[in-house]
């Protein structure tokens, strides 16, 4: 009764590997093809070993292994994602016969498991096998749909804000961390993720859009409603089949959009305004250029189209002008849809893109709206990586607000935002104070300034 007990626990563990590596070796994840093809070496590895008595105790340690370290990872930092909460489930389930394993077969784990098959009469092989193929199916489609999600990256760094910058060469491409095994690690290719703030109508219509009209294989649509839209909740929940999460903490444009990417389950991630429409094919060309290129790093984003469909406009130009740090400006080479990638130096983030552990993170101190355009360009070229315009990569943005922009507008938290970002790239904040004395007294600039290198120091004394 024990050795068939045994044997049983180990077949269990073993069809759900094998079920799990197969489906990374079928539809690979491209986070990091080195890390995932050895997890899945290990994987099949420890299903091979359960299968045979004289490397089953091993192999169940190895299983083991394999199935609680990300969970311990997890727990760690359980708010990252919410609806990682099934696969760790699963995997604390699969622990259960691994450990009976482990406690009852040392030193004798049960027969080799083949031998133990070939020894049922044809009734209890023909149970057991029906029960081994509805797991398997079970495994293949459970773990083929979903996983945990990676560790994000810290939102700012954790040095102080008002020192000098580290030199390129000191910050390499940041490394992809270690995917789980298979068994958590199943996520969609692309997460396309919007931030919204009173808008039904923005998220709704770019919903739609992308669900009529764009390739969304293998693609989850994420909403982070800053303002809390039971509206929105509803249709994105219930009509969209996508996540909805509702976060009013910190009211910004900064907060939500760097929640897109920590809650994203995509190894890439397309963020844009709950109010744009991409050009036909820019969603399955966005997908194949993150296939064809799973090591890129790089901030990625396309032309703006204007509301008569033919004027573009590629990146900005670092001007300021009327309390913003970039002006539209339009480089030839983007006129061409087919044409090849280019350098720019900063653009508007109505839409923007990159691999997930490629994020950089917003700076925690952003409040409302400004300041995240070029600041974030430099963040993406400090870390050796590059702001690419993909002349393919085409999106219309809804400027036009004929009842107002229900989102507050103020002044202070943009010269906040900018002296917060200069601050941290080491950047020369005078060229902010000229702008903004346009627009606030010069002792109201100096009191912004002062809270701004106090709440600089506040980061800097949490990052030690």
């Known amino acids: ?43 099949l ?52 016969p691994t450990m009976l394993v482990i406690l009852l077969g040392r030193p004798h784990a049960g027969p080799d ?11 209890r092989l023909g149970v057991v096998s029906v029960g081994v ?25 954790s040095v102080s804000l008002l020192a000098a910058p580290p030199s390129p060469d000191a910050l390499p491409f940041a ?30 219509f770019t919903i739609q859009a992308l669900r009529l009209y764009h390739d969304l294989e293998d693609t989850e649509l994420l909403v982070i409603d800053n303002f809390g839209c039971a509206q929105t909740e509803s249709f994105v929940r219930g009509w969209a089949r996508g996540r909805y999460v509702l976060a009013k903490d910190v009211v910004g444009t900064a907060a939500p959009r760097d929640l897109v990417f920590r809650k994203a389950n995509g190894a890439a991630v397309l963020c844009c305004d709950s109010h744009v429409l991409f050009a036909p094919g820019a969603i399955a060309r966005l997908k194949r250029f993150h296939r064809e290129h799973p090591d890129c790093g790089d901030l990625l984003q396309g032309p703006l189209v204007y509301d008569d469909g033919e004027l573009v406009s590629t990146h900005y130009d670092p001007v300021w002008r009327e309390q913003m740090w970039g002006i539209w400006a339009t480089d030839e080479r983007g006129l061409d849809r087919d044409g090849e990638p280019f350098e720019i130096p900063m653009q508007g ?22 300041g995240e355009e070029g600041y974030l360009h430099e963040k993406f070229r400090r870390s050796g990586r590059r702001c690419l315009c993909l002349p393919w990569l085409r999106w219309m943005h809804r400027f036009g607000r004929p ?13 906040r935002n900018y002296l917060l970002g200069h601050a941290e790239l080491g950047l020369d904040p005078e060229p902010v104070f000229s702008h903004f004395a346009q627009y606030l007294p010069a002792e ?15 980061v800097a004394r949490r990052g030690t």
Do not use: N
């Open 1 to 43: 009764m024990a050795d068939d007990l045994l044997v049983i626990s180990r077949l269990v563990v073993v069809v759900a590997f094998a079920a799990a590596a197969a489906g990374s070796i079928i539809r690979p994840h491209a986070t990091s093809a080195v890390a995932v093809r050895s997890v899945t070496v290990v994987e």
């Open 45 to 96: 590895l420890a299903a091979v070993g359960l299968l045979s008595h004289a490397t089953a105790w091993g192999s169940a340690i190895l299983a083991l292994g394999c199935l609680l370290a990300p969970v311990v990872r997890w727990l760690i930092r359980p708010g990252d994602e919410v609806e990682a909460l099934p696969a760790v489930l699963r995997s604390f389930a699969l622990a259960i």
């Open 113 to 123: 498991a083949l031998q133990w098959l070939s020894g049922l009469g044809i009734a």
């Open 133 to 157: 193929a509805l797991l398997a199916t079970a495994c293949l489609v459970s773990f083929g749909s979903r996983g945990l999600r990676r560790s994000a990256p810290p939102a700012a760094d």
């Open 175 to 204: 490394s992809a961390p270690l995917p789980a095994p298979a068994l958590l690690r199943r996520g969609p290719q692309l997460t396309i993720g919007m931030a919204t703030y009173d808008d039904f109508d923005g998220v709704y």
């Open 349 to 370: 983030l109505g839409v923007f893109s990159c691999r997930g552990e490629a994020w950089p993170g917003f700076h925690p101190g952003f409040r409302g709206f400004g």
């Open 403 to 415: 009842r107002g922009v229900p989102y507050p507008l103020i002044v202070e938290d943009k010269l």
């Open 444 to 458: 109201r600039i100096l009191d912004i300034a002062a809270q701004t290198k106090e709440s600089a120091r506040a």
